[in-house]
């Protein structure tokens, strides 16, 4: 995967700069008509880094066919008509064509589904079009468009300014460098690696706002540039990651089985070609070949399962690790709170009611032009006099350094600078306090008096901001160097309370295996407060500081132990949820501010809201349209019925099928002629996988879905090692029968075993289904039907036309008393085998901390 070294752009082609600068106009006051904004659209081509064309039928069933499983079938397929075997090649390459032509159609419904629900949280901008500001979709952007933009935005397209009022951008995307830089109209040098008077699609807004003209949409932007060099693909999950070990696992395993064959058949002296034929015979009935299929209509299935929860999956794979996390962390604002502030207070420093401070709070929050926060909608919805009057000429937006914002304001004649923010930043900018005598020096009593009136506000669960002002000379002009020798006012204190069921909620995700932990930049008296009232353990809090003093070690075992952490700044979360992951976690995250979209991409599962600002929603994985824990919740649960559905196919498909290749393996070295012919080891496995084609409709255990569930390819070698000998038991019991009771010949021979091996195999879905008595765990109607169906398939076939070119013939009618004693033994056996070995299994698959 590319590193941020890699993805620093080129200088600017001077040409390129000044052709743009000439041809792309300002728009004017009105902005493009909506004609112009569509020819161009029609020109240009919508506003996408990747325009993602709709592939051919004949390309997507390629796709489907590209993995290793399928790669077997499609080699064995060529060499069994290389060979003449015509019937056999078809076999396969009908398996290979149902297993891609299915998960064609899945995907390709589950992909259609997947991009209306993406309209619904699609990102946008606010563009002005026919002489009006819009909230369009970004992708209709064009060169000309004149956009609006604010502390939360991510820049839509590349754009040269021509307004900015201490505009911020975050541009890690295209320089690597972290910290804002500074962008001012008009500014920026020719051949500069960015200008400093232009923004850059893929960059964010920290802090500020701004107009500019867009020069450069989609491919052509400096960030669609850099995608099409690199052409850089996601990291793998690890659902994927575990898909590709399996097939590996399979490969390895196939390879081992055809050597064997090769060698007995050279001692026996058998001929050639049927010793090669019988071996790739073996080769595709240990393959699951549709475990991609399976894999795509079970996490399809959850997606569109999920939807209707209101959780939007923006990755199918993502599925997977939602299910398998066992460790979500997220601010309390909107999680814990039903992120609806209400003022609860106004008072001085000395805590008594003033009037003063709401006036001032309310011109703060009024006039101020850039990212509203909900404590300025609780500002402004109080009770308070009337605003009218006053006028904004000019303001110090708010950045998270400073963490405040400063206002100049005017009215009749006289101007005056309103600072609001975090109290002890405030406060640090304050030499001079309010009290009911007046102004008074602000020495290090009365700031001491005037924390203390914040700290008793805090600890009872208020979110307080200060209010500080002093007045501005006419000509005094209004920059980061005005917030000085403020007069502090007093405090304005908030009150979100704790959602009705939130903790209820964080109960059963604690009862489901996933710890809750509050990552929060509020007051860390505030955030224990909260955390206490919904049933989080805020006993030991972790801050800011805490966390920088820690080594990455230390901060992992810390962090495992605590579930409270204040004042942390995005880096510092990133530092957690590392240290977490190192401990062996699953982490998710949930946030949907401007300094959360590093947290969402450090995190297994990145989790946004609809609401949020662009930067994390574009970051996640998930998007929630609800930001509700019992939202998210209802989503765990749905990755963990995907999770379950795929271990089953596996669990089932692994030890039947080496069960029966065990036997066959086996017994070639025995009989004198083989157990099975290859034609009928194809049609035996091919119907044997169409019977598990439902397995996605069916409802999982509870037990499974109580715990965070975890891929490994060692459980189900374990279990593929135990239980396949069980059914290798009853294979050599039905050789014994039809050899000595029934003195079968050849062909009767491989009659009854066809019919017993998929019948056993096939039932036994019942019980590798459910983790518990499968009397009371029903499975759904599809899978009971094609399961009996199969089976039934397979006992009338020897009767029908087929019989003679697939080499079978009639059984006699006590064969089918045998077979009926032998499955339900059989089934009876593997569920006491079964109940026995899944403690150990599922301890094995249970997350838990990695060694330190």
Known sequence: MPTSRDLRVAPCDARWTSVDQRSIADPGAAGLSAAQAEELLAREGPNEVAVHTRASVLRQLVSSASNPLLGILLVCAVASAILGQRVNATIVVSMVLLSAGIDFVQSFRSARAVERLRAQVAPTATVLRDGRWLELPRRVLVPGDRIRLSAGDMVPADARLVSARTVHVVEAALTGESLPVEKEVGAGAEGATVSAGHVYAGTSIASGSAEAVVERTGSHTQLGMIAARLAEHPPQTAFEHGIRDFGLFITRTVLFLVLFIGVVSVALHRPPLESLLFAVALAVGLTPEFLPMISTVTLATGAMRMARSKVIVKHLPSIQNLGSMDVLCSDKTGTLTRAQMVLERSVDGAGETSPAVLRLARVNSALQTGLRSPLDDAIL???????????????????????????????????????????????????????????????????????????????????????ASRPLGEDESCDLGSERDLSFVGFVAFLDPPLADVAATVAGLRRDGVTVKILSGDDPRVVRHVCEAVGIDGGEVLTGDDVDRLTDPALGQVAERTSVFARVAPQQKNRIL??????????????????????????????????????????????????????????????????GNVMKYLLMGTSSNFGNMLSMAVASVFLPFLPMLPTQILLNNFLYDLAQVTIPTDAVDPSALARPQRWDIGAVRRFMLVVGPVSSLYDFLTFFILLRVFHAPERLFHTGWFVESLATQVLVVFVIRTAGNPLRSRPSLLLATTAIAVVVVAAVLPWTRAAEPLGFEPLPAPFFLFLAVATATYLLLVQWVKARMLPRFTARRRPGPAPA
């Open 578 to 643: 590392q240290a977490l992951r190192r401990r062996g976690h699953v982490v998710g995250f949930l946030g949907d501010g401007i300094n959360d979209a590093p947290s969402l991409h450090a995190a297994d599962v990145g989790i946004s809201v609809a609401t949020a600002v662009d930067v994390a929603r574009d970051a996640a994985d998930i998007v929630l349209l609800e930001r509700s824990l019992g939202v998210l919740h209802a989503g765990i649960v749905e990755g963990r019925k995907s999770f």
């Open 381 to 467: 919805a109080a009770p308070g006099e009337a605003l009218d009057g006053w006028r904004r000429q000019d303001e110090v937006p708010f950045d998270f350094e400073r963490r405040r914002l400063s206002v100049a304001a005017e009215r009749d004649g006289g101007r005056v600078l309103v600072c609001k923010g975090a109290p002890e930043s405030v406060l640090a900018a304050c030499s001079a306090w309010e009290t009911a005598a007046g102004a008074q020096p602000l020495d290090a009593d009365a700031r001491a008096r005037c924390l203390r009136t914040d700290h008793a506000l805090a600890v009872q669960g208020l979110r307080v901001l200060a209010v």
